[in-house]
Structure formats: structure tokens, C-alpha cells
């Protein structure tokens, strides 16, 4: 497990520590993970936007160091301990204090260069994510609000047809197929749409969208709809969607079978991923230091 990046502070400090002219901030990253003891896991696993995890971490606890003078930068993309770190290494070689940690955590609230500091604007010193990992938190919060507003709106909201036509428009927001053809009708065998893959129709997928309110879909429906697909094309592929779920039964024959199967969890998850149904209500830019900038002015 990845310490927070307060409990990161102090094993950066001791890797500063030893290096009298600093570290480049990759080595520095390397050698607190090394230091914690990151397994190979630890070390893949990623935020929203891509940054390796403990990777972050580490940085924030630099910029937690460094607001407190304890770190520096005495160039481009390098750290360095400063006096007043080494001092406080001194005093703590072990481990910083709550009240140590505390302390430092009250430089990262908002400073005059930008506004006093509010009620409203103070950072818990409780809180033990990074900024970074607190964006992230709360889209997922924000997403998994809208996943069930979402999936309810398309229960009650959509005829069985157009729950047919609306699969199909998603498929067509995902990137699949030249043509996309909409057949849902009786006698069909379950297929109520036909996705070309090419322009001359050789690669199909077909698609049945059943818009089920709690009943989960059994094998015998995905049996059916197999059986239509192979009747239509041999070598034709097929994908289930519904907005109630799949029995373990149901995912195991489609899995054997080459049917794909997307349950209503999965299905707002690729409604809100390639903005179906939903609209941006708000965009926030961050920014950091562009260090290219500055070098024309050196």
C-alpha cells in the first residue's frame, strides 16, 4: 500500500538528506519508493489522469516540504534539503510527529498571493489526499450521483424502441461501424440492430437491447440471440444490452459464445465516458509552471 503523501514527507527528507547537491525528481521519486518498500504493483497503479500514484504522492509531499522551507529547488526538475530541513531531521529522525505534520499541512491552505484564506477555502488539515487525488475523488462522486439519475432517466424515459434506436446511437458515439441500421421488430429472433463494419457490410455486429426494470436477463435470452445471430451471418458478432443486469448462468454462455453482454451499471458508464445523454455543465482548467517559459528568460 502507498503511504499518503504527508507520511511520505519525512522518508524525503532522509533521501534529500544524503545527497548534499539534491536529487533529480525522478531519482527522488524512485528512491522514497524504494525507501517505503513499493512493491511493483504499488508502483503501477495510476490516478485519472494517468500520473503513476506514488509518483504524485511523493511530488506533493515535495511541494508540502518545500512551502515550509524545508525543501528546495535549486533547478530545473532537482530538490535539495535545505538548512531548516535538516534541522528538523535532526529533531525527528524517525518519523514526523501529528502535531509536527499538522503544522506543515497549515502552509498548504490558500496564502494572500491569492486571496485570504476563508472558512470556506481552508484545506482540513485532516484530509491525507493529494489535490490531485481529491479532483478525482469527487468527479467519481459527482459520476456515480449521475450513474443512477442516469440510468433511471433511460428506464422511464425511453420507449422499448427507443431504447433500440438510443443503443444504437451510443454504439455509433463509441466509434463502431459504417452503418448502423435499426431492425427491432417481431419474428426477428432478438436482433434489433445491425452495425456494419465496413462499407460492404463483410464484418456485422447485431445488437438486441431489452429494457428490463429489475428482471435479470437468464441464458435462455442470450441462447435465443446467439442462435439468431449464427442464422444471419456465421461469422457475425453480437452484443446484448440491457438496463437490468445478467445472470453469472447468462455472462458465462455469452462468454463461451462470443456475445458480448453490457448490463445497466456498464451501460451509464459508457453513456457518461462518451458524453451520451449528458452535457458538460462545467470546465475547470489546471494549470502548473511552464518551465520552458522561463528558460527565455534566463
Known sequence: MIPTFDALAHP???VLASHATGLPAADAHDAVADAVGLSSEDRSLVIASGQLLYRNRVGWAQDLLKRNGLTES??????????????LLTANPSVLSKETLSKLMEARTPSSAVGPATEQTQLPIAVKLSPDERIDLALREIEEANAGDLLERVKTAMSDSGFERFVLRLLQKMGYGNEVRHTGMSGDGGIDGVINQD???LARVFVQAKKWS?????????????SAVIDADKNGRGVIFTTSRFTSDAEEF???????????????????????????????ELVRIDEDFFEDFA
Open 214 to 226: 429489475e428482471t435479470p436477463v437468464g441464458r435462455p435470452e442470450i441462447q435465443k440471440f446467439h
Open 74 to 87: 535549486p533547478a530545473r526538475g532537482r530538490w535539495a534539503i535545505t538548512l531548516k530541513g535538516r534541522d
Open 254 to 284: 455469452a462468454k463461451r459464445n462470443g456475445i458480448s453482454v453490457v448490463d445497466g451499471r456498464r451501460l451509464v458508464a459508457l453513456m457518461l465516458k462518451f458524453r451520451c445523454g449528458v452535457e458538460s455543465r462545467r470546465t475547470i
Open 199 to 201: 462499407h460492404l457490410g
Open 12 to 14: 524525503l527528507l532522509q
